[in-house]
T-cell receptor
Framework: DAEITQSPRHKITETGRQVTLACHQT?????MFWYRQDLGHGLRLIHY???????NKGEVSDGYSVSRSNTEDLPLTLESAASSQTSVYFC????????????FGSGTRLTVV | KNQVEQSPQSLIILEGKNCTLQ??????????LRWYKQDTGRGPVSLTI?????NTKSNGRYTATLDADTKQSSLHITASQLSDSASYIC???????????FGQGTTLQVKP
């Protein structure tokens, strides 16, 4: 069965370190998204991609970067982790740009100490 | 400002009872409204999706309604079960970009 997987599920890192969160989907979806979820906020869009070599900034992109070298993967990199980036991160994919078929991964809980 | 607001923030009900969750939005232009269920430690899973022209949509014991004139939606859960304990998130999509605006969610706890 097709799926979207995130790794690691939990990560603790130190302030200033570079961290990469993985997202891999086997739906063959063109569109992939990264969100963060914090108490008191709805999910907020960090970065998104509409296809290979395409990346775009979301509403909370500062301090994050993504790259899309193939259809299946959209890794999220924190260039220099900060305590404000402690959060739960969700990857999602969809079939079309306005598609109803939005599928989320199970999330990565990141703690920056 | 484009916002999605949900109420109540949290809710406790007894197993077998019904409940209704509310969602008000100011997103414009509007494409569709979705309700997601998020279990603890998991990603959101879609329950229903309604376009501008749809007033109601059901998925088993879940029934969502939409009033596009007042920009309000509700999610009604019938005969609640312990497995309904979760966060329920209302999400509105822009019609010109497909971007999603998420509400903060309502946390539902169903007690035996």
């Amino acid at each position: 069965d097709a799926e979207i997987t995130q790794s690691p599920r939990h990560k603790i890192t130190e302030t200033g370190r570079q961290v990469t969160l993985a997202c891999h989907q086997t739906w063959n979806h063109n569109n992939m998204f990264w969100y963060r979820q914090d108490l008191g906020h709805g999910l907020r869009l960090i970065h998104y991609s509409y296809g290979v070599q395409d990346t775009n900034k979301g509403e909370v992109s500062d301090g994050y970067s993504v790259s899309r070298s193939n259809t299946e993967d959209l890794p999220l990199t924190l260039e220099s982790a900060a305590s404000s980036q402690t959060s739960v991160y969700f990857c999602a994919s969809s079939e079309g740009r306005y598609s109803d078929g939005y599928t989320f991964g199970s999330g990565t809980r990141l703690t920056v100490v | 400002k484009n916002q999605v607001e949900q109420s109540p923030q949290s809710l406790i009900i007894l197993e077998g009872k019904n409940c209704t969750l509310q969602c008000n939005y100011t997103v414009s232009p509007f494409s569709n409204l979705r309700w997601y269920k998020q279990d603890t430690g998991r990603g959101p899973v879609s329950l229903t999706i309604m376009t501008f022209s749809e007033n109601t949509k059901s998925n088993g014991r879940y029934t969502a309604t939409l009033d596009a004139d007042t920009k309000q939606s509700s999610l009604h859960i019938t005969a609640s079960q312990l497995s309904d304990s979760a966060s329920y998130i209302c999400v509105v999509s822009f019609s010109n970009t497909g971007k999603l605006i998420f509400g903060q969610g309502t946390t539902l706890q169903v007690k035996p």
